[in-house]
């Protein structure tokens, strides 16, 4: 996801990009009120695919909080961003930590940056080897092959003397791919500079999903629609 972002290019405005704060507080609380009701008395959780830190800020005022994510950049900036996490740089699809978990979150959709339905399951039996009896897992699909819709995507700030543009055009390709156009203008010192970038990402079914996370070793109890959790849920239990 960070490569195809070019990261380096606009680290000093990705926050404001795309982080909404009270978006991001909201869904930690909506997190801490689930992993009250299915493990009370978690201490610890790991976030896969943590980018710049932005649920963690949040997460680390309830639990002792392990970030994972495959960019060094994002790593350094959550590092300095929430001092009190541990923060890795990993594959979401292969990671082998030695450290087990009361609760696991890989939010926002970032699953889809599994480059097929085999990387995306082993994902998924990553989290499972790495939770703690009666640990639990919220997985946040990109989207689902039933439910995908095509958009554009646009934010600005223009404030003297920098600011930035963003547009993004999400469209499907293939049955299984989206491909994700992002289009980046940025003012420094009233210099403009304009960047670039392309990803594709997975599409997988409901039922792919739900085959994955049982096959993991896990139990479904619940699925969360787009208003009940951003962008919908999975809500995973480790069989004590």
Not at 158 to 183: L, T
Not at 208 to 226: P, Q
Request: net charge negative.
């Amino acid at each position: 996801m960070t490569a195809a972002l070019g990261f380096s290019k606009i680290s000093a405005y990705y926050d404001e990009m795309y982080v909404n704060e009270n978006h991001y507080k909201e869904e930690v609380d909506r997190i801490v009120e689930l992993v009250n009701r299915y493990n009370p008395g978690a201490k610890s959780i790991l976030d896969i695919a943590c980018g710049t830190g932005a649920q963690a800020k949040y997460l680390a005022e309830h639990y002792a909080v392990t970030g994972l994510d495959l960019s060094p950049e994002m790593v350094a900036i959550a590092k300095a961003k929430v001092p009190a996490g541990k923060f890795l740089v990993g594959d979401m699809c292969a990671f082998s930590l030695g450290v087990y978990f009361d609760a696991a979150v890989n939010l926002y959709g970032s699953i889809g940056f599994a480059e097929d339905l085999d990387a995306m399951k082993a994902s998924i039996k990553c989290v499972y080897d790495h939770l703690n009896d009666a640990g639990m897992f919220i997985l946040t699909p990109w989207s689902t092959k039933e439910t995908f819709k095509e958009g554009l995507v646009a934010k600005s700030r223009a404030e003297m003397p920098n600011g930035f543009c963003r547009m993004e055009s999400v469209q499907r390709i293939s049955d299984n791919k989206i491909q994700v156009q992002m289009h980046h203008l940025v003012a420094h010192d009233l210099q403009i500079t304009y960047h670039k970038n392309e990803s594709l990402v997975s599409l997988f079914s409901e039922a792919e999903y739900r085959s994955a996370i049982e096959e993991a070793g896990f139990t479904i109890a619940e699925r969360l629609s787009t208003t009940e959790f951003r962008m919908g849920a999975f809500i995973c239990l480790k069989s004590r």
